[in-house]
């Protein structure tokens, strides 16, 4: 019982990390038709620029300053590359996103190094905020989830409250009108662009110093980010919401199921025994496979609802 | 457009220029004789790569002040190989277009697996352009078993040796086990041996957890600590390293989960400072070598050679004594056989009887190329003459397992050339 609530708390925990860096895609998805490949670059640059600003300033301002300052490298991404790129269409589009990830992990490369920095969580949040079952529950995790609902609760006030967003969600479905009523749609893009860094900014800020900060972690988060952009359903922010849970808490939980599907053909008092491919993949505990779970899903949902589950837009 | 072409053109005249100026190779009075080194310098495992390349670079620059071999100079060239097979494989084409005649790689078995056998495999089909690898640490046991080659030498205590020196560390009253290993070559090596000396020396101990995670890609390990904590395992035998280990610990500290850590490879870059105080009494690691050890064994020049390395620039501790060993016996090897030709050296190399920076007996083994060093066995504690990574923790020696005592069968049959 102990091990599904810590799972549960856990998986909660990454969940919430994984929806605040796929709410920023999906949301510049279903704005610009661009699936942005560069995502994960830029929560990589909240998470250096945010250890570069808390070694001066502490980590409370870099947890303002570094989201903000991906938002400018956003806008001037957009400004500067995307726009123009734009009339080529979306294949043109999504290949310069995919130009930019290299190009952003070799400058943080040349900029902070090779090796992993020191970027630790701050000692006022460094305590047990709980204890249960003997373990205790960080205080660092509670303000991870803290910030990550309170940005949730920001983004869909901003969207459904504002007249900005009332701007926003008429330029997602009818570009052609909203400009033709004289708002300065373009405008709108790039704001959508580095509103999607900001969060993508802010995601790196809570998570560079949760998991390490170093110049593999664009590659290691990317994969997963956009399974869960896929899987939720291009468009749709709910949907994006349910599936980071779901990632989240599958990849946590995978780790403590030590049953293989052999396991679960035992009452019917199967057995298999000699050395061969069979018996290994009958055998395989799915903790050991618990990272490929997410991509068999993907897979899944592609067969079967290429839409994926709350989706508003084709691929 | 005229002008652009005239920029053109002159650009591509100043390449032209400049390739003729470093085309030629400058010539040296005498010839250096190149090492090469590949390990990961980028990816997650960078730190140990970095630290392993300062480790040679002093190493090397010592041995050269001495006279190199031969009367030449060491040199040491660099490659990334990013912890991919294939990237290695490509440094390795690399390395013998440069006709280098040595290459040294210390991490990752998967990695060492498939060196062995392109080397193998290459200076098989070119006898004229022969590399000779030179392995600092892929440890799993296959390497001088089931793989074992003419053309692989390796001079860091295999998992079979550790993992005897282990069980035999284990504390007394120690009951209950969990195992946690990486999931590729290495990591299984040690599940396996691990098992086989717990049979052995140790049947009173139970393995209540048994696991093998991602190797290299875990960055949430709360779920395994939940695990661990659930089984009710005293201690956590493992044989993660950097990454994988140092967050392992953090994560259980974090969690305040109180289970010893008796590890393989805790004392390397990164693994006191994960643990700090919370460490004490609760971590132990099998080791080559810890400074503590020459004060214990009384060898001062070992303890001075330590502090150097200290003093010049590195605020790391030392720990990697089997790399002394190695650049030291393959100069005495190069000097017996009077060249740096890979196949003489090798002859030169098999067999030899040595003595390492602390006086004790080490042998290259001729059956598989494996080194027979002693290991010792450091527990994380306090009054101790030298600290481990500024923690004002540091390792206290309270086992140690001879050459002798290390001394395993192995089941290689070597093909031998020729």
């Known amino acids: 019982m102990e091990i599904v609530l810590v799972s549960l708390l856990n998986g909660l925990v990454y969940g919430m990390l994984l929806f605040m860096l796929a709410s920023g895609l999906t949301l510049i998805f279903s704005m610009m038709g661009v699936l942005n490949f560069a995502h994960a670059s830029i929560y990589m640059i909240g998470a250096y620029l945010a250890f570069t600003v808390s070694q001066f300033l502490g980590f409370f301002p870099a947890l303002i300053i570094a989201p903000l300052l991906c938002g400018l490298l956003g806008a001037a991404i957009e400004v500067f590359g995307l ?43 460094d305590f047990p905020l709980f204890t249960f079952y003997g373990q205790y529950f960080p205080a660092y995790r ?16 901003l969207l459904k409250k504002t007249r900005v967003g009332l701007i926003i969600q008429a330029s997602l479905t009818h570009p052609q009108m909203a400009s033709a009523l004289g708002h300065n749609v373009p405008a709108v893009f790039t704001l959508v662009f580095a509103g999607g860094c900001v969060l993508a900014g802010l995601a790196g800020v809570i998570g560079g110093n949760y998991q390490t900060t170093e110049p593999g972690m664009a590659d290691s988060m990317g994969p997963i980010v956009f399974v869960v952009v896929v899987f939720g359903g291009l468009g749709s922010l709910m949907g994006c919401f349910v599936a980071s849970i779901l990632m989240g808490m599958i990849m946590t939980f995978a780790v403590v199921i030590n049953v293989s599907l052999l396991d679960l053909l ?25 990272a490929l779970l997410p991509f068999l899903l993907m897979i899944f949902i592609l067969m079967v609802r290429p839409r994926g589950l709350m989706g508003t837009r084709d691929t | 457009m005229r002008g652009l072409r005239l920029l053109g053109y002159s650009f591509a005249v100043l390449l032209v220029f400049l390739s003729a100026l470093s085309s030629g190779r400058p010539v040296l009075a005498e010839e250096t004789i190149k090492v090469a080194y590949t390990d990961p310098f980028s990816g997650p495992f960078a730190s140990g790569g970095d630290e392993f390349l300062k480790n040679f670079q002093f190493i090397i620059a010592r041995k050269n002040a001495m006279g190199g071999a031969l009367g030449r100079k060491f040199e040491l060239v660099p ?89 035999k560390a284990l504390p007394q009253d120690l009951k209950k086990v969990y195992l946690l290993n990486q999931d590729y070559l290495f990591g299984q090596s040690i599940q396996h041996d691990t098992k086989k000396w717990l049979a052995k020396l140790r049947p009173d101990i139970e393995i209540v957890g048994d696991e093998l995670m991602p190797f290299g890609k875990v960055q949430d390990f709360s779920p395994y600590v939940a695990k661990i904590k659930a089984s009710g395992a ?123 920076l602390l006086g004790q007996d080490v042998i290259m083994r001729k059956d598989d190329h494996q080194l027979l060093m002693p290991y010792y066995a450091g ?32 089941i290689c049959k070597m093909k031998r050339p020729e």
């Not at chain 1, 290299?102 to 943080?108: C, L, P, S, T, Y």
């Not at chain 2, 490659?79 to 390795?92: M, R, T, Y």
């Not at chain 2, 074992?148 to 005897?164: E, I, L, P, Y």
Request: net charge negative; proline share 4%.
């Open chain 1, 83 to 125: 726009r123009r790129v734009h009339s080529n269409g979306h294949i043109a589009e999504l290949l310069f996103t995919f130009g930019l990830v290299f190009i952003i992990e070799r400058v943080v490369q040349m900029t902070w190094g090779m090796l992993p920095m020191p970027y630790r969580v701050p000692a006022v949040l």
């Open chain 2, 234 to 356: 005293q201690s956590v035998v493992t044989g993660n390293y950097n990454r994988d280990l140092n967050l392992l610990i953090k994560s259980a500290n974090e969690a305040g989960l109180d289970v010893r850590f008796d590890t393989f490879l805790s004392h390397l870059i990164g693994g006191p400072t994960a643990i700090g105080a919370a460490g004490e009494n609760r971590l132990t690691s099998i080791m080559e070598f810890n400074s503590n050890v020459a004060v214990d064994l009384k060898v001062p020049e070992a303890e001075k050679f330590a502090n150097d390395w200290r003093t010049s620039g590195h605020d790391t501790d030392f720990s990697a004594l089997n790399f002394v060993t190695m650049i030291d016996m393959l100069a005495d090897a190069i000097n017996k056989a009077g060249s740096t030709d890979p196949m003489k050296v090798a002859l030169a190399l098999e067999d030899a009887h040595s003595k390492d």
């Open chain 2, 79 to 167: 490659f990334d190989d990013k912890l991919q097979p294939a990237e290695a494989l490509i440094a390795l084409k690399s390395m013998i277009d440069q006709n280098i005649p040595f290459v040294m790689h210390c991490t990752g078995s998967n990695v060492g697996s498939a060196l062995i056998d392109a080397v193998s495999k290459h200076n098989a089909r070119n006898p004229d352009n022969r590399i000779l690898y030179l392995n600092c640490g892929a440890l799993a046991t296959e390497l001088t078993n089931e793989q074992c080659d003419f053309w692989h030498f390796r001079f860091a205590g295999s998992v079979d040796m550790r993992a005897a020196a282990r069980i």
């Open chain 1, 266 to 290: 035992k009452p019917l008092g199967i057995t298999l025994s000699g050395d061969n491919l069979f018996t290994e993949f009958m055998t395989v505990p799915v903790a050991r496979i618990g």
């Open chain 2, 379 to 410: 527990v994380f504690s306090k009054g101790v003459k030298y600290d481990a990574e500024h923690t004002g923790f540091g390792w206290k020696n309270y086992m140690t397992a001879t050459t002798a005592d290390l001394t395993l069968p192995t």
């Open chain 1, 142 to 157: 509670g303000f991870m989830l803290l910030v990550s609902a309170g940005m949730l609760l920001a983004t869909w006030l």
